[in-house]
Structures are given as C-alpha cells and as structure tokens.
C-alpha cells in the first residue's frame, strides 16, 4: 500500500489499501454510507454493515433531487452536525458525496472509498465536489476535500470493461500533460493494463495520482496550474453532453482534437501527434465523433471556463508538456468547424 497527502488539503488518499480495513480510517461517529444500485448489487454484505443511503445510476442522478433525497434520508436517519459521510463508488457518488457533505448542517467530515479508475486517478483527488444543473456539467458545486480516499484496485475486478477503458481515457490525459514517462509505460504495458494486473495499476494509479496531487498541491482552486487538468475536457464535455459516450471516451475525443490543433497553435510535432492518437486507439477510446460543430460550439459558449471573450484552452508543446492558450471565442469555433471537418487519421 502507498499513500500520497495533499498537504493543503489535508487529504489523504491510499492507493492499495483494501476497502474491507475502511473502518481503521473512520473517526468515532455516527457514519452514513451512500453508493449507487451498481456497488449495491456487488458489495451487498459490506454495504449492508453501515447504515447507507442508496442512489441511483448514471450522471442523470447528479442533481439537486438526489441531493434532496440524501437530505431527506440523512434527517430521517437522525443525522447531525457531528455525523460523517462515506462515499462508496465512482466519481457520481464521490462528487455527490462530497458535496452533499459540504452543504448538510453547513458541512460534515466524509471520506470515500473510489471504486472505479476514473475517479480513483482523478475524481476523488482534489477537492471537487459538485451537481449538474440541467446539461452543464458540474455548474453547482465547492471545492472541499475528503478526509480519505481509499484506492483499492481489487474493485476494479467488477467495473464493466467499458468503465475501465473510460478510466484510462483520464489517465493518459495526466501522462499527457506532465508525464512522458507515464505515456512511455502505458504504451509497454497496455495489454497487462488492460488485464488489470494488480502490480501494474498500483504503480499507475499512484503515478497518476501523484500527478494530479501536485497540480492540486500548487493551485488548489484552479487559477492557473491546475486549468492544465482540463486538457480535452472543454471540447469533451461537450460531446459527453450530446452524445452516448461516456466521460473518458468523450475526453479522449476531446484529446485527439486538441492534439490536433496543438499541431496548428503550438507547433506539436506531427509524429508525436500520431503517437497520442495511436495510444488512444490502443486503450480502444474513441478518437472520432459524430456531434456537429454548431452543437458543440453552442455548448462551448455556455461552458463554465469561458473567460469573457476567450476561452482557456488547453494544448500540448509536446508530449507531457501541456501549456494554457487564451483562444478567442470567434476563432475557437472556426477552428471547431475545421476539426469535424477533417477525419482523424
Ligand atoms: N470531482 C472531480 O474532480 C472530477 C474529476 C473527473 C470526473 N468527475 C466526475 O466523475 C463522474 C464520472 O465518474 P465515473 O466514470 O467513475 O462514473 P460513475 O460513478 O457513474 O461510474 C461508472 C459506472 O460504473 C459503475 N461502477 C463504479 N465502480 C464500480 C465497481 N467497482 N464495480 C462495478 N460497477 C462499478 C457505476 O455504478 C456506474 O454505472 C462524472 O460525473 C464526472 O463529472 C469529477
Ligand atoms: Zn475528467
């Protein structure tokens, strides 16, 4: 088992330890577990020892009538000021948790145990928590941190396949933007990855994380460093939005177009380009889409991160070395039409 702290924080997360010694990090309190009908049906008998709030499936339930229902629940319950919440599942539970915590009799202690790979390498580090507010994703929210995180890989054994290939979606884009070394490990090991050899994801998941740590560490409520996160994110959610793909397959489309204009804006190297592209495939993650330009640019203009009349974008010099450009609103929705013009090859 390894651990990383996020000292401003004051976060720990634990990458390796088992879900079954969750206790060991649980203060003495009246402690409330919520999770999704997914975790539920699998991790029956360890749910079942606390008492727990179950919530349904999907990003559809990341809204303000779950929240109202775990409010309800927590109340009928008899919970207080002095009750501890422990989220159990993907990053929907997680930010939900989280941020039910955060609002509840102006904010409880909680903890998660993080059940799929996406949200044990991104969603449940550093401090996010938050709701949908009709299709923007994530317009209601706090920054606010979990106490703990436990990283237990043998959960990823039940995550549907499709899941776990979203999970690396997130986790190539951290190797991406900071990592060439991580990109380099992904390329050797992607068949044992893909098998989820517990070694291999114990060793990824906590070079990930560590990743991610130190963005967080160095700009905790993302006024700079920290935007670098977002790299195929802006284009992505919009596709997420308008789209059956799920959050890692539509981020690593988001990926694959600002690689390429990353080629056109920061003079990436074209071989290098091919290479994130060929990794993508690789992980079997989507590179192509069917989503018009106007759906997308519509979106882009509602997006939360646009910053007056520019939005800040986030590209790669190279390979591990991502930079923020401030794009003018105009130009980034010509440049949208050229990118679904042109196929990715
Ligand atoms: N807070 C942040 O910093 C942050 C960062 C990235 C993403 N997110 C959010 O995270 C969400 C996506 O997270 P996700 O991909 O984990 O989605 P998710 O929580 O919906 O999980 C994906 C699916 O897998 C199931 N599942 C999860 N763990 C399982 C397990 N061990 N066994 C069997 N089934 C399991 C879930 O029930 C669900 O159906 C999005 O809402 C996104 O906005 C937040
Ligand atoms: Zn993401």
């Known amino acids: 088992m390894k651990s990383i702290h996020i000292d401003n924080q004051n976060s720990t997360i634990l990458i390796g330890e088992s879900y079954l010694n969750t206790r060991k990090y649980l203060p003495e309190k009246k402690c409330f577990l919520i999770c999704d009908e997914n975790i539920y049906a699998h991790y029956k008998s360890f749910v079942d020892e606390f008492e727990h709030i179950i919530i349904g499936c999907g990003e559809g339930i990341k809204t303000w009538s779950s929240v109202e229902k775990i409010v309800e629940e927590l109340l009928a319950g008899g919970a207080d000021r002095n009750s501890y919440l422990l989220g159990m599942g993907g990053g929907l539970v997680c930010d939900v948790t989280g941020f039910v915590a955060s609002v509840f009799m102006r904010g409880l202690q909680f903890g998660f145990i993080s059940t799929s790979l996406l949200s044990q390498v991104d969603a449940s580090v550093g401090g996010k928590n938050g709701i949908n507010f009709g299709k923007l994703k994530n317009m209601v929210g706090v920054f606010n941190p979990p106490q703990f995180v436990i990283c237990d890989t043998q959960l990823l054994k039940t995550l549907p396949e499709r899941e776990v290939r979203s999970g690396f979606g997130e986790v190539i884009k951290h190797a991406l933007i900071k990592d060439k070394d991580l990109f380099k490990f992904l390329k050797d090991n992607q068949n044992a990855l893909l098998n989820l050899d517990s070694e291999l994801m114990e060793d990824l998941i906590y070079r990930a994380v560590s990743i991610k740590t130190d963005v967080v560490n160095k700009d ?94 986030i590209l790669l010099n190279g390979i591990g070395e991502a930079c923020i450009k401030a794009i003018p609103i105009e130009d980034l929705k010509n440049k949208v039409h050229q990118l679904c013009e042109s196929k990715v090859k």
Request: charged share 30%.
């Open 220 to 313: 905790p409520f993302e006024k700079g460093e920290r935007k670098k996160l977002n790299f195929g994110h802006t284009i992505g959610h919009a596709i997420e939005n308008n789209s059956g793909l799920t959050h890692g397959e539509a981020v690593s489309v988001g990926m694959t177009l600002a690689t390429k204009l990353s080629e056109e804006m920061c003079g990436l190297d074209i071989e290098e380009s091919s290479e994130v592209i060929a990794l993508l495939r690789k992980f079997r993650l989507p590179v192509d889409h069917e989503v018009p330009a106007e759906t997308i640019n519509e979106f882009l203009i509602k997006d939360k991160k646009k910053n007056r009349s520019s939005i800040d974008f």
